[in-house]
């Protein structure tokens, strides 16, 4: 009996000391494969468990597994998943501020971009613009420079005339195509490809990563990189979810967001350098605008921020925070 009652008890203890080290599960999903958003999450995974010596399990979802991106950010709201990494622009309908880095014409560079988004001060604001909804940012890094997949070549600003182009949903974006000319056409994303290959639209504005992972040369055999803008992405992540992890596993899930920004940003930049080879490598023609033609956008583009942002009351704060980080920020890459 008393071997029995010493058995019992051993096994009590080891249950309750199993129990109290149980793994917090954090899934991550995103509509993105085989892209910087991909091998962020797997590697944001991989140092989250090492550091958190395997407290929080992390789970990586690729291809919208998860769900479209709406779904998945009411998701975040609702608690039901722990991050989701996208640009920062598809949570403008909860905070119109998050448009600020949509503003075209404003960098001079990739790192100009990136070292924008980081610094401090405009980081921790811009990061918590979606807090009152339950959603917080623990990284921040820029994916891209914005290039348009067309059907036909656009070699200088009188190509874009006349075409229809797939844009956000945002006054923004589709004065940005109505100022180059073109006429603007809102749709999902995961719409694109379908209508480029029935000649709904003409083109895409989006990075040169992201389309070439999905594989778009298949249809659209042209590619001009215009850099109008950068387009930032993020980690988002669950205030509901993160409520259920102790003080200091909330911290690690923010601080190891921020301590791989700069690892990301490297990475991103060595997608961004390899994706005019597989372009290439896929039959498609990359186009690069003139110096004098680049400069004629940027300067079309460049007061679209002004109009939209500037004189907007829910944007306004951010948008002016914007633009003194810009002058105070390098293109050196870090």
């Not at 809102?186 to 992972?213: H, N, Y």
């Amino acid at each position: 009996m008393n071997k029995f009652i010493g058995a019992t008890v051993a096994l009590s203890a080891l249950l309750y000391a199993s129990a109290s080290y149980a793994a917090f599960e954090m899934r991550i999903g995103m509509v993105t494969i085989n892209d910087p958003q991909f091998v962020f999450a797997k590697k944001y995974a991989e140092e989250l468990e090492k550091r958190s010596k395997g407290q929080i399990k992390v789970k990586v979802f690729p291809a919208a597994q998860l769900g479209k991106i709406p779904r998945q950010i009411e998701n975040l709201k609702l608690g039901a998943q722990g991050g989701f990494m996208s640009p920062p622009g598809f949570f403008s309908g909860i905070n119109r501020a998050f448009q600020v880095l949509d503003a075209p014409g404003l960098f001079r560079s990739f790192w100009h971009a990136h070292n924008t988004a980081t610094e401090k001060e405009f980081r921790s604001k811009y990061l918590n613009l979606a807090s009152k909804a339950g959603v917080v940012g623990a990284a921040i890094f820029n994916y891209g420079a914005t290039s348009i997949a067309s059907v036909k070549p656009i070699r200088n600003l009188n190509d874009m005339k006349g075409l229809k182009i797939r844009v956000l949903a945002t006054k923004m974006e589709s004065k940005l195509a109505s100022t180059l000319g073109m006429t603007g056409v809102p749709m999902p994303f995961s719409e694109v490809l379908p209508a480029l290959q029935r000649r709904t639209i003409d083109g895409c504005r989006s990075s040169m990563v992201v389309m070439g992972a999905l594989k778009f040369f298949s249809t659209t055999k042209y590619i001009t990189q215009i850099e109008s803008g950068h387009i930032p992405t993020a980690l988002w992540v669950s205030k509901r979810w993160m409520s259920k992890l102790p003080e200091n596993l909330q911290k690690l899930v923010m601080d190891v967001g921020r301590e791989l920004e700069p690892w990301a940003a490297n990475m991103a930049w060595g997608f961004n350098q390899k994706a005019v080879a597989l372009w290439k490598k896929n039959g498609a023609e990359v186009i690069k605008l003139s110096a004098p033609e680049q400069a004629r956008l940027t300067y079309a583009l460049a007061p679209l921020g002004d109009e939209f942002l500037g004189k907007d009351k829910t944007t306004k704060d951010m948008y002016a925070l914007l633009k003194k980080t810009l002058a105070v920020t390098s293109d050196k890459q870090r």
